[in-house]
């Protein structure tokens, strides 16, 4: 048995290792993703747009909508805390320039809906997640439509 407990923490270790998200997969058909782009995450034009969506958590929470912040050092959520995705890898995979700064609102599909500098008005964001196919099929069923 004693054999058998290297290759198993081996096997543990190749097992669960790749599941650090390095995409935006695990989101795709469960969320619209709000990514807003800067050099730093304590930058005006950044926590300016960041606090503007903050007012409306029932908005944002009602349209699946997540927020992830992307500067020159990392993968933010929300609050700030890192999260276990590549920043290089998302911007290319999204067509990003390494020298946009603003926000772009990322279907359920996973497609690039709208690609703005800063600042967008929530409301903007918002009209158009509620004309989208999938969004007003959502209404529909939740009777808000």
Do not use: C
Not at 8 to 20: G, N, R
Not at 32 to 45: H, K, N, Q
């Amino acid at each position: 048995m004693r054999i058998y407990a290297p290759f198993i923490l081996l096997l543990t270790v190749l097992t669960f290792s790749p599941m650090k998200a390095q995409d935006l997969k695990d989101y795709q058909w469960k969320n619209r993703i709000l990514v807003l782009f800067d050099e730093e995450i304590d930058t005006p034009p950044l926590q300016s747009q960041l606090k503007a969506f903050a007012v409306d958590q029932e908005a944002l929470t009602d349209r699946n909508l997540i927020i992830f912040l992307i500067t020159e050092n990392g993968v933010y959520d929300d609050g700030g805390e890192s999260v276990a995705l590549n920043a290089e890898r998302l911007r290319n995979n999204l067509g990003i320039e390494k020298d946009f700064t603003g926000t772009v609102l990322i279907g359920k599909d996973g497609g690039v809906k709208l690609k703005k500098e800063f600042h967008v008005d929530p409301e903007t964001i918002f009209t158009l997640i509620d004309g989208m196919p999938m969004r007003r099929s959502e209404m529909r069923k939740s009777g808000k439509s």
